[in-house]
């Protein structure tokens, strides 16, 4: 199979900046994604990495290490309001869908 | 901004019965997908279509799946006969070109629940 895994849970003060991980299977792959997922909602799409290195977005960047087979998600002067899952998805060769880990639940306090 | 839009948002059935779940894709978009999420549990993927057949399909979508576009618009995912552990979020995404390159937009998906 094609695992993803990243933390089940994590939990951030407002304000603060949090790191999310997530490690891939390297073989075939295309290009990684980072999708936010509030409770009960649709997943909706924050970035995505091709190449090695880092991708700015305001307060969201994401990093790519491709031989490593390793992504993570930073958020900077977190708010209530990134309380949500943050999903890690990649794309393989041969497949036109995306394959999702379980995602990491983020929890913001005050 | 446009936007995916599925329906129901939520259906409640009986174990064995058909159910249907209706989407319509941003309109200039050429591939589309099912994925679904159990509660608590990843989002998985289902099928992919384009060009009016399935180009892909997982495990999951076995013989009680089908998909069907009657028509411009409404891409329709349909389960003949629905077992327990069908209760999950099934959602819609379309793409522009293929996901490697491109965005997947999801809908807001649809709850089935069976009894």
């Known amino acids: 199979g094609q695992n993803i895994d990243q933390p089940t849970e994590m939990t951030a003060t407002e304000g603060a900046i949090v790191q999310i991980n997530c490690t891939y299977q390297t073989s075939g792959f295309n290009g990684l994604f980072w999708y936010q997922q509030h409770a009960g909602e649709a997943p909706t799409f924050l970035s995505y990495?091709?190449?090695?290195g880092l991708e700015e977005k305001g307060r969201f960047s994401s990093f790519l290490s491709r031989s490593k087979g390793y992504s993570y998600l930073l958020l900077k002067e977190l708010q209530m309001k990134d309380s949500a899952s943050y999903l890690c998805a990649v794309s393989y060769t041969g497949r036109r869908a995306l394959t999702f880990g379980s995602g990491t639940r983020l929890q913001v306090q005050p | 901004e446009p936007e995916v839009t599925q329906t129901p948002s939520h259906q409640v059935t009986q174990m064995g019965q058909e159910v249907i779940l209706r989407c319509v894709p941003i309109s200039n978009h050429l591939y589309f997908y099912w994925y679904r999420q159990i509660l608590g549990q990843k989002v998985e993927f289902l099928v992919s279509f384009y060009n009016n057949e399935i180009s892909e399909k997982s495990e999951i979508f076995d013989d009680q799946f089908s998909v069907e576009r009657p028509d411009g618009s409404n891409f329709t995912l349909k389960i003949r006969s629905t077992k327990l552990e069908d209760s999950a979020m099934y959602f819609c995404?379309?793409?522009?070109?293929?996901?490697?390159?491109?965005?997947?937009?999801f809908g807001e998906g649809s709850r089935l629940t069976v009894l």
């Open positions: 990495n091709v190449l090695d």
């Open positions: 995404a379309s793409s522009a070109g293929l996901v490697v390159t491109g965005e997947l937009f």
